[in-house]
Structures are given as structure tokens and as C-alpha cells.
């Protein structure tokens, strides 16, 4: 039966598929950090929905809320009118989240995921400026549709848009040629010589921690001389939280242990909190100069994700969330370091932050190899970079220090089975 399904998903489905290539099995049910196929094989979620799963698959809490909506006729679609579950919403983003972090910020609602918050938040820079050029950053990743791809650095993503992406200059990213070099002295004599070609940006977007692009973390120094330029320069700086954010860094922003204020943030992917499709795009208030209408979407008002999100939100009302992020983050970090002080073979680096972490290994396809095993062991993990050179861990925020632990053994007994198989071969 599983095969059939699968041969099901090989016949009928587009080829542009992704993930069921490297997950080939048919997935029948989740809960918490736990997902179980079609023949009732038990998998550990180390992926959680590339970080739309911070809170795990069908947290009960969230679930009893959006059943009980459902089954009380609550409003499904409703464009941007006003609903009970959108001011539900707005106030409690406002008083759990905004208010305490002293933000002030308009919240839009741009469209349903992550490419929707960047491509509104790159026009509203350009609007508010008057300017066309954007700043992005090597190894970014932004999205998807033509704006978003356009400031995302993978070649690979880049050519699927099949027309130039203009309107965008690429500097490099903290460390991103090594640590000698500095990338922002590099950058701002390109802004200030009326000679480098480089035309003053509407605004500068980046991710504090690159996702996609290798588990890349810029140090908090230079996010704030990032911050400190874009002021000097009258820049707009547009942080690009969809998957670093809400907790994913250990601090609900990933910007915040930076000391920054950006002037446009996104978010996405997990704000909703359930798995639904759900963005924000958030502006400071006097940034906000739409005109009605001018930047819309038939599904920017999803209510049932506005339901779990306000639920999702009660994690944040204290800091007990917060503090167990960050004694398992250290978990994760502690194992990372662990595995290349013990596995000298892997040339490995740790990288990120918080429980976006993995390791960088140069051994050509060895990352691939090892969340392949890790797959065939029960374990859902992928990989990064513009090479695939990192296998990363993103468990859901909510695991328990046991299936984090169980994690780690699958891990290592990935590895260990590639270097008994002689399937390693070092540079």
C-alpha cells in the first residue's frame, strides 16, 4: 500500500517535488516532535515544516480552540474585514509580544506565507523612499516569486524565474569570505564613493540567521553596525524573521540579543502557530502610507490561522517558554561540539543558534548521507547551504530533553554507520 501511494505521488505529481524525494514514505499522523507513516513506522521530527512547527504538530491546546471555531460557524475567509478571531489576534500579538519589547509597529497582513511578507515589505521600501535599488546579502533566501528571488542569493532558485532580477545589489554577509575581512567597511565605501556605481538603497533586507543558505549566523556586532549604517544613510532595514523568528533563535525576534529596531520585520511560518498559512508583515508606524487596496491578496485574512495563533501566543506570556529554549539550545550545541571533537572525519563546524543549529562538513555529500541514514533510523532532518554542505537541526521549540536526547542517538548513529561503511572520504 505504501508503495502504490507513492507510486501514486510519482505518476500524477509535478517533478518540481521536493521533499517527498527525501522523506519517501507516505505520513498518516502527527502529534508534539512525532510523525508515523502508512505502515506505523515511529519518526522523530528534527525538520518541524522548515520551521513552521515551532510548537510542534496538533498542539492540544491549539487544536481544541480551532475545532471549537470551527464548529461554532466562525468566519473561514474574509479578505481584510474585520473579525472577532482578527482582533483576538491583534491584541494579543500586541500585548504578549510588541508592548513588552517596547515596539511600536503597524501589522499587515500581506498573504499567507513567508514570500508574501518580503515581496510587500520590498515595496513599501520603495514606495516610502522613492528609491529602486534593494541591498541583500550572500546566501540570503527570501522567497520564492520574482521580487523575493531577486534579493535570494542560491543560483540554482535564481535561474527558476527565467527573466533577469534586476534592481538589486548583493554584498557579503558577516564572515562570508572569512573572519579577517570586513564585510561592512567593504559595503559602506560603496555607499559613500559616487564612484563604486552602487546607488543609495530603498533598503537593506537580511536574516539574522540564514536558514536556507547554511546555518549562517551574523554576530550581534554586526547586526548593529548593519543598523547603524542604514541610519546614517536614511536606509530602510527590513529583517527577514520568517523562519529565524518566533523563537526559533531562542528570543521570539531573532533580532532581539542584537539590540536592533528594524524598520520592517517579517514573518511567517510559524505565527500561526497550528501549521496554517499565515504572515505578517510589520512596519513602524509612520512607514505605514498605503493607500487602501494598493497591496492585497484574496487569502490575507485566514482566520483559522489567526485562532491558533492567538493561542500560540500564551507560550510567550511569561518567560518559562523562553528559558527552556535556551537550556536545550545549549543541549544542541553541546551535542554539535560533541560529534566533531568525536568524529574528526566529518571536518566539521558547528553552526547557528538557538534550535536552528547544524554542522558544516566540506566531505562532498556527506551531509545528504547522513540525514539519508538518519531518515532509515527514524528521523526526519534535512539539509542546508548553497552545496547541501550542513545538516541542520529544527526539532519543534516543545520537545522534551528525552526525544531531543533521541534525536542525538540517531545522529550519531547515522555517522557512526556511514564511517563503518567506508562511505566517508575526507579532502
Known sequence: MLNDNLKIIEELES???????????????AVGHKMWDMDGKEYIDFFAGAGALNYGHNDPKMKKKLVEYIMDDGITHSLDMATKAKTEFLKKFNDVIL???DMEYKVMFPGPTGTNT?????????????????????????????????????????????????????????NFVNEDLDTLEYLERFLEDGGSGVELPAAMILETVQGEGGINAARYEWLKRVEKICNKYGILLIIDDVQAG?????????????????????????????????ALTLCKPELDIWNPGEHNGTFRGNNHAFVTATESLTYWEDKSFENSILKKSEMITQFLEGLVKKYPELEGKVKGRG????????????AAKIAAVAFEKGLIMETSG??????????????????????FNIIEDSIKTIIKKKELVTN
Not at 534550535?355 to 556527506?366: C, K, N, R, S
Open 15 to 29: 517533478s518540481v517535488r521536493s521533499y517527498v524525494r527525501s522523506f519517501p514514505t507516505v505520513f498518516t499522523k
Open 99 to 101: 508592548k513588552p519589547r
Open 118 to 174: 518580503v515581496e510587500s515589505a520590498l515595496k513599501l521600501a520603495r514606495k516610502v523612499t522613492g528609491r529602486t535599488d534593494i541591498i541583500s546579502f550572500t546566501n540570503g533566501f527570501h522567497g520564492m516569486t520574482i521580487g523575493s528571488l531577486s534579493v535570494t542569493g542560491n543560483s540554482a532558485k535564481r535561474k527558476g524565474a527565467g527573466i533577469p532580477l534586476q534592481n538589486v545589489v548583493t554584498m557579503p554577509f558577516d
Open 246 to 278: 518566533v523563537g526559533r533563535t531562542g528570543t521570539f525576534f531573532s533580532f532581539e540579543p542584537a539590540g536592533i529596531n528594524p524598520d520592517i520585520i517579517c514573518l511567517s511560518k510559524s505565527i500561526g502557530g497550528f501549521g496554517s498559512p499565515l
Open 355 to 366: 534550535f536552528m543549529q547544524g554542522i558544516e562538513t566540506p566531505v562532498e555529500g556527506l
Open 386 to 407: 548553497v552545496d547541501d554542505q550542513v545538516f541542520k537541526l529544527f526539532p519543534p521549540l516543545t520537545i522534551d530533553e528525552e526525544g531531543l536526547e533521541k534525536g
